[in-house]
């Protein structure tokens, strides 16, 4: 995919009459809805619009939904607070990007050797994680729902060979989250950009090495015209989850069905969009290997190694946190991932193994 047909930036034409107040005329409401993504990027802006798309027509045009992808009217890491200062309706991003907000945000993104997709999934929808990010999101005037997973991603793009945690040392590296956090601690200069800002940091060296999600938009972002190693798995992004965003006295303020279907709508899309990443990283990874000559590398094992012992101090900081809603959005996700975690370590894990040993298809 060429780069260039979905990468834009902010100075769209006709911006400036998106800035009306948004329209209410014989029960029909349009909500603006702004996104952290280039325009139709695979997977997460693909899945913004169908999001948009599908609440429009679930509610029969009652609530339809216009988008706005990343700087078409507000920059792209600016788009909660345009729903928080009433710019926008919606915003459809990773809570962990509104970290310098709340630390606690960042559980319901993805959290260094941390839940799956199903196990974040069961927290959020049936072990109280929702309502926590609720408690979290009322100090802002907003409601969030999950609304989309990615799934474990890579672990990242670098331009020379990681052979031990020592090459980890002073190199520039863009990651954002609790999983920044970590790398931080293993030595590594990080930063957080967007998308569509992060292949000139590289081309420019500004960047030494850098991750986003992993090869469905990795090959579309082009990182393998300057960097050819590439790592996985993620030990700091297991599941990582993406996030809808609503101004909460609107959507309150919206008939019950209307509610419904936004909030049904998000979380079909958690499922859609993990589909579409399951179906389409294999794909994009062959066309990496095969047709651009990248190496896919194992993590050194010290470097795995000290990453799970930054992540537990990283956690273990947030559970003793001064902050109450940090210190009790960390104390349920332990809870809930020892539970989750029996389940996937005795059931899912063993059936893995004995596929890859057994299975001859």
Excluded: C
């Excluded at 509104?98 to 630390?103: D, E, F, I, V």
């Excluded at 050797?113 to 408690?135: F, H, K």
């Excluded at 945690?165 to 590296?173: C, I, P």
């Excluded at 047709?291 to 896919?296: A, C, L, R, T, Y």
């Amino acid at each position: 995919m060429d780069r260039r047909s979905f990468i834009k930036t902010a100075g769209i034409a006709g911006a400036a009459s998106a800035l009306a107040a948004p329209a209410i005329a014989q029960d029909t409401i349009t909500w603006r809805m702004v996104t952290t993504w280039p325009k139709n990027f695979p997977g997460l802006g693909v899945g913004a619009q169908r999001l948009a798309d599908r609440i429009t027509a679930a509610s029969g045009g009652r609530l339809t939904i216009q988008v706005f992808s990343a700087g078409e009217l507000v920059p792209p890491l600016q788009s909660l607070d345009a729903v928080i200062d009433g710019t926008a309706e919606m915003s459809h991003g990773a809570a962990y990007y509104w970290q310098n907000k709340s630390t606690a945000l960042s559980f319901f993104t993805g959290v260094p050797y941390g839940m799956t997709t199903s196990e974040l999934s069961a927290w959020v929808r049936y072990m109280g994680g929702q309502e926590i990010w609720d408690e979290i999101y009322d100090q802002f005037g907003v409601q969030g729902f999950l609304s989309g997973n990615t799934g474990t991603q890579a672990g990242g793009w670098f331009r020379d060979e990681l052979t031990s945690l020592d090459s980890v040392k002073g190199l520039r590296f863009r990651t954002p989250g609790l999983g920044g956090r970590v790398w931080e601690k293993l030595g590594a200069t990080v930063t957080n950009m967007a998308a569509g800002e992060i292949f000139q940091a590289l081309q420019s060296g500004t960047l030494d090495a850098a991750e986003f999600v992993g090869p469905y938009n990795d090959l579309a972002l082009g990182f393998y015209q300057v960097a050819k190693n590439y790592y996985m798995p993620s030990f700091v992004e297991p599941g990582l989850a993406t996030e809808v965003v609503v101004d909460k006295a609107k959507y309150q303020a919206l008939p019950a069905d209307l509610q419904a279907i936004v909030r049904d709508v998000a979380q079909a899309e958690y499922d859609q969009v993990a589909a579409d990443f399951f179906a389409n990283d294999p794909r994009a990874l062959k066309t990496l290997v095969d047709d651009h000559g990248v190496i896919v590398r194992d993590f050194p094992e010290d470097i795995m190694q000290a990453g799970a012992v930054a992540s537990a101090e990283v956690i273990a900081d947030l559970r003793n946190s001064d902050d109450a809603l940090v210190k009790k959005t960390t104390e349920s996700f332990i809870e809930a991932l020892a539970l989750l975690r029996s389940r996937t370590e005795t059931i899912d894990l063993p059936f893995m193994v004995a596929r890859e040993k057994f299975l001859e298809l």
